[in-house]
């Protein structure tokens, strides 16, 4: 699948939130990245009963207490860090009330609310609020887009997309889709997850997690550090932009989603499908690998994936690929699982602001197997005109979206 302007309408990013471990709100997430992100700690949940517990965790202060619930359902602190998310980027794009009852939500979502069902099975609160009522009803995990929708009071639709660790990379691309096709002028999209064990028990049994820090690249790495967090952006139309005297950050300029078919967790060794999705997002964004200033890898610290990426990027690339510089972002907020894709692009939106890529976390032994570039020392310009984006997951689902510099951009 693909998408990009010459389908329809160019699609701008006109507002951005974010609450992640480097603290609330893009401007803490701006300053986090440019000082070298953050470090795991344990999780702060006495029946995370396994051997590795460690994540990239929100401080506990930033956590909002609300919502404390949507309906009769109680949230956890995914839908609730979504909500903070959201509210920032709306109220950072200028969009007043009347434009907000219109908008749809579109958000990537895997874990959901899983960190109140968690707490019921515990006995207790894990990330959930304080809230009374009924504590064995039913009710659904994936409540994260429609919690958002509420809150902002927001009835465009809403879609929630859950196809693992790419879902809000997808998230973007349908978003895109609506604005281009003329079906909504703005879209808000985006992701969020909180702290679960489930996560953490499932890889702990697949023996795919870091003792010590996510660390991709590195050839002394041992799985990946989960992160929990949310991030929101403002997607709009070019036209409506303009006539709201909006300044966009980037333009999402392309997008393209393939499917490996090789394995229900392994990527394919070859990274066919993975190059796919590169070269099909290039071309619906109207550029070549030549305007690629800048790469925000999926790069999650585990042994298989950090080869087949490095390979795709080579394979790509070309000769470029050596000097083509990566931002590791992983390495300074862990895995997001669901909103990873969404971290990536407000990560290459902020990239193309700044023109700035920020220093990246020092690796011990960059592994010979991945011969890419990541700057460590300190920052380098950003040279190119875009900035690629590649988010994977289970089942082998790959999204590559594509982020340009926009005219009118400050």
Same mark, same amino acid.
């Given at each position: 699948?693909?998408?990009?302007?010459?389908?329809?309408?160019?699609?701008?990013?006109?507002?951005?939130?974010? #609450? &992640?471990?480097?603290?609330?709100?893009?401007?803490?997430?701006?300053?986090?990245?440019?000082?070298?992100?953050?470090?795991?700690?344990?999780?702060?949940?006495?029946?995370?009963?396994?051997?590795?517990?460690?994540?990239?965790?929100?401080?506990?202060?930033?956590?909002?207490?609300?919502?404390?619930?949507?309906?009769?359902?109680?949230?956890?602190?995914?839908?609730?860090?979504?909500?903070?998310?959201?509210?920032?980027?709306?109220?950072?794009?200028?969009?007043?009330?009347?434009?907000?009852?219109?908008?749809?939500?579109?958000?990537?979502?895997?874990?959901?609310?899983?960190?109140?069902?968690?707490?019921?099975?515990?006995?207790?609160?894990?990330?959930?609020?304080?809230?009374?009522?009924?504590?064995?009803?039913?009710?659904?995990?994936?409540?994260? &887009?429609?919690?958002?929708?509420?809150?902002?009071?927001?009835?465009?639709?809403?879609?929630?997309?859950?196809?693992?660790?790419?879902? &809000?990379?997808?998230?973007?691309?349908?978003?895109?889709?609506? #604005?281009?096709?003329?079906?909504?002028?703005?879209?808000?999209?985006?992701?969020?997850?909180?702290?679960?064990?489930?996560?953490?028990?499932?890889?702990?049994?697949?023996?795919?997690?870091?003792?010590?820090?996510?660390?991709?690249?590195?050839?002394?790495?041992?799985?990946?550090?989960?992160?929990?967090?949310?991030?929101?952006?403002?997607?709009?139309?070019?036209?409506?932009?303009?006539?709201?005297?909006?300044?966009?950050?980037?333009?999402?300029?392309?997008?393209?989603? &393939?499917?490996?078919?090789?394995?229900?967790?392994?990527?394919?060794?070859?990274?066919?499908? /993975?190059?796919?999705?590169?070269?099909?997002?290039?071309?619906?964004?109207?550029?070549?690998?030549?305007? #690629?200033?800048?790469?925000?890898?999926?790069?999650?610290?585990?042994?298989?994936?950090?080869?087949?990426?490095?390979?795709?990027?080579?394979?790509?690339?070309?000769?470029?690929?050596?000097?083509?510089?990566?931002?590791?972002?992983?390495?300074?907020?862990?895995?997001?699982?669901?909103?990873?894709?969404?971290?990536?692009?407000?990560?290459?939106?902020?990239?193309?602001?700044?023109?700035? #890529?920020?220093?990246? /976390?020092?690796?011990?032994?960059?592994?010979?197997?991945?011969?890419?570039?990541?700057?460590?020392?300190?920052?380098?310009?950003?040279?190119?005109?875009?900035?690629?984006?590649?988010?994977?997951?289970?089942?082998?689902?790959?999204?590559?979206?594509?982020?340009?510099?926009?005219?009118?951009?400050?």
């Amino acid at each position: 699948m693909t998408a990009g302007h010459g389908a329809g309408r160019r699609v701008v990013v006109t507002g951005l939130g974010a #609450i &992640s471990c480097l603290g609330a709100g893009v401007p803490a997430f701006w300053r986090g990245l440019a000082s070298g992100g953050s470090r795991p700690e344990p999780m702060a949940d006495p029946a995370a009963r396994m051997r590795n517990r460690r994540m990239y965790l929100v401080p506990q202060a930033d956590v909002p207490t609300e919502p404390a619930r949507l309906a009769h359902v109680p949230l956890a602190a995914g839908p609730r860090m979504a909500v903070a998310a959201a509210r920032e980027a709306v109220a950072d794009a200028g969009l007043d009330a009347r434009t907000r009852a219109g908008l749809p939500v579109v958000m990537g979502v895997e874990m959901g609310n899983a960190g109140m069902h968690e707490g019921r099975r515990a006995g207790g609160p894990v990330g959930a609020a304080p809230v009374g009522g009924d504590n064995t009803a039913w009710s659904p995990m994936t409540v994260t &887009s429609a919690a958002v929708g509420a809150a902002l009071g927001a009835t465009g639709g809403n879609v929630s997309v859950g196809n693992a660790c790419a879902a &809000s990379g997808y998230a973007a691309a349908l978003a895109a889709d609506m #604005i281009r096709s003329g079906e909504a002028d703005i879209v808000l999209t985006g992701g969020a997850e909180g702290p679960t064990r489930v996560g953490m028990g499932v890889f702990n049994r697949l023996g795919a997690l870091d003792s010590d820090r996510c660390r991709p690249f590195d050839l002394h790495r041992q799985g990946t550090v989960f992160g929990d967090g949310a991030a929101m952006l403002v997607l709009e139309s070019a036209e409506s932009a303009a006539r709201r005297g909006a300044t966009p950050y980037a333009e999402l300029a392309g997008a393209a989603w &393939s499917c490996d078919a090789h394995h229900p967790t392994a990527p394919d060794p070859s990274g066919t499908q /993975a190059s796919r999705s590169i070269r099909q997002a290039l071309t619906e964004a109207g550029l070549t690998g030549a305007d #690629i200033g800048a790469v925000v890898p999926h790069g999650t610290g585990t042994p298989l994936n950090d080869v087949v990426e490095s390979r795709v990027l080579n394979e790509v690339f070309g000769h470029r690929s050596p000097r083509l510089p990566l931002f590791s972002l992983k390495a300074m907020i862990g895995h997001t699982a669901g909103v990873a894709g969404a971290f990536g692009c407000l990560t290459a939106a902020l990239l193309l602001h700044h023109r700035t #890529i920020p220093a990246n /976390a020092p690796l011990d032994e960059q592994d010979p197997e991945c011969p890419v570039w990541l700057p460590q020392k300190e920052s380098v310009p950003l040279s190119g005109r875009a900035v690629l984006v590649n988010s994977y997951a289970f089942g082998g689902n790959n999204v590559s979206v594509v982020l340009a510099g926009a005219e009118g951009a400050a």
